[in-house]
């Protein structure tokens, strides 16, 4: 199999052949999506949130996301392999971020990293893809910053906001990032930065016109029934199929139904 790289996410949008992004966070489900033909796989710091049960994605640590990474990493043969750089570890001095970036890359075999933000990382941004790093922005809800939002609402509503993500990312475009992901705001807003940028964009709740779209792996397979956001579709009730599968096994087990005589030696 061909491997994925920077370049051939580039080559996309100039062809204009959409770009498939899931987030995964260990190596069994990494195995079945690379297999299956997605184009990026994310090691997001949403694993805080759905591999360890937090509110935010704030309290997952660089050893943590590099514990993922690892476990992916280990199942990919063909996908391009993003690593999200956790909160707290670019946002200060920008030779700290080079130093995170470089852990990552030297104990993951990330190809990308993606970070949040536009012009506050600027340095950070910088000294990164300097060292040879491919970056994928991050604009809109950037959830690092979620206790400046106030919560996990719709960005870039207003006129200000759009002109500052607008310019956030002619930014990432210059410093070199290779794509950006805009993420829960207007679907026009998200069509006008596509069409004014060569990096493609990546949408989760951005609308059609983006050039590529990024789900978390458990909502597009219905592992949580509590979380349904319109920008979700499910494409699998996995939480149903599971527990019904659970709920025979207790059966088969409590009945001596399980194991049988082919299932014992
Ligand atoms: O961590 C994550 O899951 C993400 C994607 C939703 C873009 O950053
Ligand atoms: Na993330």
Redesign the pocket.
Known sequence: VKKVTVNSILEMKATVEKIS?L?VYDYTMASILDAAGVDIL?????????MAGYDT?LPITLDQMIYHAQSVSRAIKRALLVV?LPFGTYQGNPYDALNAAVRVMKETGAQAL?L?GGIEIKEALRLIINAGIPVMG?LGLT?QSVNAFGGFGLRATGVQEAHKLNSDAQLLHELGCFSV?L?KIPAKLAKEVTDHLRIPT?G?GAGPHTDGQ???LQDLLGMNKNFKPKFVRQYLNLDTLITEAVQQYITDVKTVNFPNDKESY
């Open positions: 992004v987030t994310l090691v997001g710091d949403s694993a805080a949130n759905v994605t999200d993606k949040e991050h959830p992901v993420e990546i989760i990024v789900l978390v």
